[in-house]
């Protein structure tokens, strides 16, 4: 989901197809079916950024004498791992703007 500024988007039309264009039938009918979206979806209601950091956790192995070690991030909010450092928590949505943590360095 991404939350949209619908003034700004129309602002940024208004900017790209100046008002006195003469628009062809097709981009008249785009401009028509877009103002018709943007006024007409479903509005959410506003909730707070929570912001959180992966705690990245390594694993070490020795499978038939060769070491491997894959790590996994997990959200400091929620708990969720996931196998990316993505910049938002795939479960609780936490934005990942603080510093991602080494799971050794949480000690």
Same mark, same amino acid.
């Given at each position: 989901? #991404?939350?949209?500024?619908?003034?700004?988007? &129309? /602002?940024?039309?208004?900017? #790209?197809? !100046?008002?006195?264009?003469? $628009?062809?039938? %097709?981009?008249?009918? $785009?401009?028509?079916?877009?103002? %018709? +979206?943007?006024?007409?979806?479903?509005? +959410?209601?506003?909730? !707070?950024? =929570?912001?959180?950091? *992966?705690?990245?956790?390594?694993? &070490?192995?020795?499978?038939?004498?060769?070491? *491997?070690? !894959? &790590? &996994?991030?997990?959200?400091?909010?929620?708990? #969720?791992? =996931?196998? /990316?450092? =993505?910049?938002?928590?795939?479960?609780?949505?936490?934005?990942?703007?603080?510093? =991602?943590?080494?799971?050794?360095?949480?000690?």
């Amino acid at each position: 989901m #991404k939350l949209i500024d619908a003034d700004a988007a &129309f /602002d940024v039309l208004d900017e #790209k197809i !100046p008002q006195d264009a003469d $628009l062809s039938g %097709y981009v008249q009918g $785009l401009m028509d079916a877009m103002q %018709y +979206i943007v006024n007409d979806a479903p509005v +959410i209601d506003d909730v !707070p950024v =929570t912001h959180a950091h *992966w705690i990245v956790r390594q694993e &070490f192995h020795d499978a038939h004498g060769a070491e *491997w070690e !894959p &790590f &996994f991030c997990e959200c400091s909010r929620c708990g #969720k791992a =996931t196998g /990316d450092d =993505t910049p938002y928590c795939p479960e609780c949505g936490a934005r990942m703007d603080q510093p =991602t943590v080494a799971e050794e360095e949480r000690v």
